[in-house]
């Protein structure tokens, strides 16, 4: 499986994670590049072991010269061979070694018969898993520093707030199929950084406007307004700052072949800012 993607990875809020292993297939050609190549490898180590010499060239011997002949290379337009795959993410999972049948012929078009073969919904869960979302800083008003008392205003402008998508595809023999799982931005969560403040609204998540901007960005007159999205710091931060952070909540989706698709775990992704709050009484001018 192949996908792509920048920046810093999604994190899922609930405990759903990508496969641990899966089953994809294998080209007659490819296959026997990969046991040729193992098997090689193997023999000519320094110091390897005899056993594992002897393993990997039965191993060998089952599909070049055994049950199958040198790795149904005559029949490489009918099917593909079906391998086994960890998760390079989650090898520490011994889930990752349920899949532990020996590589197995297909022929195109039938069912590989085994429950973690790879499908559409896979690809878009190891899509999910390649996500990269930019790191976003939320903008202020006042900027660098705002005082006891003040509402300070905070956005993020559309431009900067979009969707994210990365698309995975296998593309072997008689099989094509693709995800694009896709990364929509619908909310912001402040934290403060102390508790000597309010936040506005007071559940301090501030939704998607219909521009798909979030907040309201502070202009001159709107002194006596309260921000849409912002923070009021009731006590200074005397010499140092508080770390003001800014969690945006992302809906995950995907499509696939076969017009598959669906919803995927929601993610978040959060990132501070340093925030100096001096004391004194003030209004925005």
């Known amino acids: 499986m192949r996908s792509s993607g920048s920046g810093t990875a999604v994190q899922p809020v609930t405990n759903w994670t990508p496969p641990a ?4 297939p294998r080209s007659a050609a490819e296959f026997k590049d990969y046991v040729e190549t193992m098997y090689t490898d193997t023999i000519n180590t320094p110091g390897q072991a005899n056993y594992a010499k002897a393993a990997v060239g039965q191993f060998r011997d089952i599909y070049k010269d055994g049950k199958y002949k040198n790795y149904n290379e005559d029949k490489a337009d009918e099917g593909n061979w079906w391998v086994a ?8 999972d011994p889930a990752s070694w349920e899949c532990s049948d020996l590589p197995f012929w297909v022929a195109n078009n039938d069912d590989p018969g085994v429950p973690q073969a790879v499908t559409p919904k896979m ?3 190891a899509a999910y898993g390649a996500i990269q979302l930019p790191g976003t800083e939320v903008t202020l008003a006042p900027t660098n520093v705002t005082k006891v008392n003040l509402a300070t205003w905070a956005w993020l402008n559309k431009a900067e707030f979009k969707e994210v998508s990365v698309t995975a595809s296998l ?10 799982t896709t990364a929509k931005p619908v909310s912001l969560k402040l934290e403060p950084g102390t508790s000597d403040a309010e936040t506005y609204p007071a559940s ?3 939704t998607l406007n219909a521009d798909k901007s ?5 202009a001159k007159g709107k002194a006596g307004q309260t921000p849409p999205c912002g923070i009021k710091y009731l006590r200074s931060s005397g010499n140092g700052s508080y770390q003001l952070k800014a969690t945006i909540t992302w809906q995950i989706n995907w499509s696939g072949t076969g017009n598959a698709g669906g919803g995927l775990p929601t993610g978040t992704f959060g990132t ?3 925030v100096k709050v001096q004391e004194a009484q003030a209004v925005n001018r």
């Open 21 to 24: 292993c899966w089953y994809e």
């Open 85 to 92: 795959v960890q998760n390079p993410d989650r090898m520490d």
């Open 272 to 274: 501070t800012q340093d």
């Open 123 to 125: 690809l878009a869960e």
């Open 204 to 206: 301090g998540v501030c």
């Open 214 to 218: 979030i907040g309201e960005p502070y």
């Open 171 to 180: 593309n072997v023999g008689g099989l094509n199929i693709q995800a694009t």
